[in-house]
């Protein structure tokens, strides 16, 4: 009897599909949180417009935070499909990381409630994201600051420059 089970023949959504290029893949996340905020924004622009920009430049910044990952990334290991996340421990300042567009749903999801509170939610969207672009690029610095300090005392024991232990 031949294998009947469904996984042999339905390959599922995911196969169907190609892989969405990674520049359509990072563009999706900022406008997945930036879609519902909009209609706030749209409603009381005197009131909500400056929370929606906040976060729209928070994303901007987080956007150019990891361009700036991924140029380290690329310079410390040039093959292509190398990780350009960080590993390791998780930071609730990282929190969001690439789904992003999940607290944009969640201040829209308050905001429906509490019209009165996007204001105050959207600026906090606003300034965990900022948090977290701003926690990579102290991270990019560390591990750049480390990896030269490795090279000098690489360079020193080379030539025999030791700290005298």
Request: hydrophobic content about 55%.
């Amino acid at each position: 009897m031949p294998n009947a089970s469904p996984k042999a023949s339905n390959p599922g959504p995911a196969a169907l599909m190609p892989p969405l290029p990674d520049a359509l893949r990072a563009l999706l996340g900022p406008v997945l949180a930036l879609a519902p905020l909009m209609p706030f924004a749209w409603w009381d622009p005197a009131r909500n417009a400056w929370a929606f920009v906040a976060v729209a430049a928070a994303l901007l910044f987080d956007a150019a935070a990891r361009r700036v990952v991924r140029a380290m990334q690329a310079s410390r290991d040039p093959r292509p499909g190398a990780p350009a996340d960080f590993r390791g421990v998780a930071s609730p300042l990282l929190l969001l990381g690439n789904a992003v567009w999940l607290g944009g749903m969640g201040v829209a999801a308050g905001a429906w409630l509490r019209p009165d509170l996007f204001p105050l939610l959207a600026s906090a969207l606003a300034g965990l994201v900022a948090m977290g672009a701003c926690a990579r690029l102290s991270l990019v610095r560390t591990v750049i600051a480390f990896e030269a300090a490795e090279r000098q005392e690489a360079e020193d024991k080379a030539a025999g420059r030791g700290r005298g232990r």
